[in-house]
């Protein structure tokens, strides 16, 4: 089991969560039939008001919207075959998830991250 984030974390409810869904596939091949992850995309308080704008971040807010899709996708790796495509197929703005693991699948310079989710089967 993960250690989840305790009261020493930097991350707050404060912070701005969203939920991307990406689908990857094959060039040339049905998106339905390929590979979908969720991803929960952090970007720290303050980071987020800049990209909004001074105002409530959210994703329909093309700056906020931007890098949580670039972070996503980050998150789930460029797939090393070119014949792979990861495309974003929703983005919605979160909370902060209760049991969030302490270690994140992907973090950039400005403290934005990225959390790869279990597969529901």
Do not use: C
């Not at 039939?33 to 409530?56: M, W």
């Not at 093309?62 to 789930?76: I, P, Y």
């Not at 495509?85 to 270690?103: N, R």
């Amino acid at each position: 089991m993960m250690p989840v984030m305790n009261e020493d974390s930097p991350r707050t409810i404060k912070d701005y969560y969203a939920l991307v869904t990406l689908q990857r596939h094959h060039i040339g091949n049905p998106p339905e039939s390929d590979e979908r992850i969720e991803v929960v995309v952090r970007i720290p308080e303050e980071v987020a008001k800049t990209l909004a704008g001074g105002r409530k971040p959210s994703v329909v807010i093309f700056e906020v919207g931007s890098r949580v899709r670039n972070v996503a996708t980050e998150t789930a790796g460029v797939p090393n075959d070119s014949s792979l495509v990861i495309a974003v197929v929703s983005t919605v703005d979160a909370v902060m998830p209760p049991s969030l693991p302490t270690e994140s699948n992907f973090k950039d310079q400005n403290g934005a991250e990225g959390w790869i989710l279990p597969k529901l089967d």
